[in-house]
């Protein structure tokens, strides 16, 4: 009976970690650092340095585009979409906000921050709505901002009740920062602080939870967070200044993010920048990428296996159950997954 179990036990491990990348197809080479993705219409799209916008063809990389949405040069880290248009913020004062027609590629600046502390983080799209989330003003108030293109109307939303905390930001790494579910929205912040903002969308309270994240020094914290409904979540991230840390850089919450618990602390690759949940699996399977490695869970980010060294990718985004874009630095690459 123990031999049968043990056996048993060494399928399901095999079966669990059977996962790995069966190819790397680069689809776009160029001098450019990449921190926000989209996929629309066949293409992944794609914002970065150097005041760089464009997209590459899925099925035919030999198509493919780019623009530069300024004449200086400025750095994108956000990219969101509606049905038609497109929306990138550049980071640092001021924030100038671009709308980018999808079918043109005409482009204007609909609204600017000239805050000198802005810096925005994030950039999402939910329900008819964009929301972006910035570094604090010098009196920690939150700014959270959220606009209705439709209406052309643009709403810095007041929580006086919350505050950032002194040293608490957000990290700028994929454009992850912020999640969505039907009822609710995360924002994840780290530095000092490490902790998970949730906007209830029914009646527009934002409550902030705790968390046991590692944090206590500006580049520690949660860098990207991935909800599956509304309530099992993952966040990621770690210290970028110690790169091969990897305790309490993983956390997982049942309960809509008001509680964490950590995962795989001391038993993952470190350091990481962005988290997908795959479509479908309603959180069991998820991707992550950091500078260094590419990473898999089977069982709801309990344990992970790193299933490349690739380095230089800062964000992820699946285009099907099977395949997943990767972008970073100087590229992108198509990766087909195997289970």
Request: aromatic letters at 14%; one cysteine or more.
């Amino acid at each position: 009976m123990k031999k049968l179990i043990t056996i048993s036990c060494l399928v399901f491990s095999l079966a669990t970690f059977a996962q790995k990348i069966e190819s790397f197809e680069t689809i776009l080479d160029d001098k450019i650092s990449i921190r926000a993705l989209e996929i629309s219409d066949s293409k992944v799209w794609y914002s970065g340095t150097d005041s760089k916008f464009g997209y590459v063809d899925l099925k035919n990389p030999e198509n493919k585009k780019q623009i530069s949405l300024s004449d200086r040069k400025l750095q994108f880290r956000t990219l969101a979409q509606d049905a038609n248009s497109f929306f990138a913020i550049n980071i640092e004062s001021p924030a100038q906000f671009f709308k980018i027609d999808k079918k043109t590629l005409k482009h204007s600046v609909v609204y600017k921050d000239t805050a000198k502390t802005a810096f925005y983080d994030a950039l999402y799209f939910h329900k008819n709505k964009f929301y972006a989330f910035s570094d604090p003003t010098n009196n920690l108030n939150l700014k959270f901002l959220q606009f209705n293109m439709n209406k052309s109307k643009f709403l810095m939303k007041n929580y006086s009740y919350l505050s950032l905390n002194k040293g608490e930001a957000a990290f700028a790494a994929s454009n992850t920062n912020i999640s969505a579910s039907e009822n609710f929205i995360w924002i994840a912040t780290g530095g000092n602080s490490s902790r998970i903002f949730r906007l209830n969308l029914k009646n527009e309270k934002l409550e902030a939870f705790e968390t046991p994240f590692i944090q206590g020094i500006s580049s520690q914290g949660i860098y990207s967070i991935d909800f599956s409904g509304d309530k099992f979540g993952i966040a990621v991230g770690g210290d970028y200044l110690k790169q091969d840390g990897n305790i309490n850089n993983i956390a997982t919450s049942v309960d809509a993010g008001k509680t964490w618990q950590i995962q795989a602390s001391g038993n993952n690759a470190g350091y990481t920048t962005c988290v997908k949940i795959k479509p479908g699996s309603k959180g069991k399977e998820i991707i992550s990428v950091g500078d260094q490695h590419i990473s898999y869970s089977s069982d709801f980010g309990k344990t992970w296996k790193k299933i490349s060294d690739e380095k230089g990718f800062f964000v992820c985004k699946w285009i099907d159950q099977n395949t997943v874009v990767f972008a970073g630095k100087d590229k992108i690459v198509k990766a087909k997954i195997v289970f």
